[in-house]
C-alpha cells in the first residue's frame, strides 16, 4: 500500500478546506466520517489529522461555508455532524476553478504538455 501523507500545517489550509467542502457535497457528516472519505476517496494516500481537520472545520463555520449540529453517530454516539452551507458550495466553485488554473500552471512550468488535467 501507498505511504499516506498526512494533511497537516505543511499542507496548504485552503486545499484541506477545499476537500471538506468537496465531501460535504455528498451530504452532511461528522469529522470522523470527512476524514475517513477523503482517505478513501484519494485512494489511501492522504491522511487527515484531528488536529488539522478540526481547526479547518471550525475555520469553515466561522466563514458561515459550513454549519454544525448534534445527531447520532453510527455507532450510536453523540457527535457533531457538519453540513455544507449555500455560500460555502459557492466557495467550492470558486475553490475548484482556483486549484484548476494553479494545477494547470504548475503542469505547464513542470513541462507537463496542456498542464496538469
Known amino acids: 500500500m501507498a505511504k ?33 472519505v477523503i482517505e478513501h476517496t484519494s485512494e489511501d494516500v492522504l491522511e487527515v489529522e484531528q488536529g ?20 447520532t453517530s453510527e455507532n450510536n454516539r453523540k457527535a457533531k455532524f457538519y453540513k455544507l452551507t449555500a455560500e460555502g458550495r459557492k466557495q467550492l466553485v470558486r475553490e475548484v476553478t482556483r486549484w484548476r488554473q494553479m ?5 505547464l512550468v513542470m513541462g507537463e504538455e496542456g498542464g496538469a488535467q
Open 4 to 36: 499516506k501523507n498526512q494533511v497537516d500545517g505543511e499542507m496548504l489550509k485552503g486545499t484541506l478546506d477545499m476537500m471538506i467542502l468537496r465531501t460535504l457535497v455528498g451530504g452532511d457528516a461528522h469529522g470522523h466520517t470527512i476524514a475517513k
Open 52 to 71: 488539522s481537520l478540526y481547526p479547518a472545520l471550525h475555520r469553515l463555520e466561522d466563514r458561515r461555508w459550513v454549519s454544525s449540529y448534534w445527531g
Open 103 to 107: 494545477t494547470r500552471a504548475i503542469g
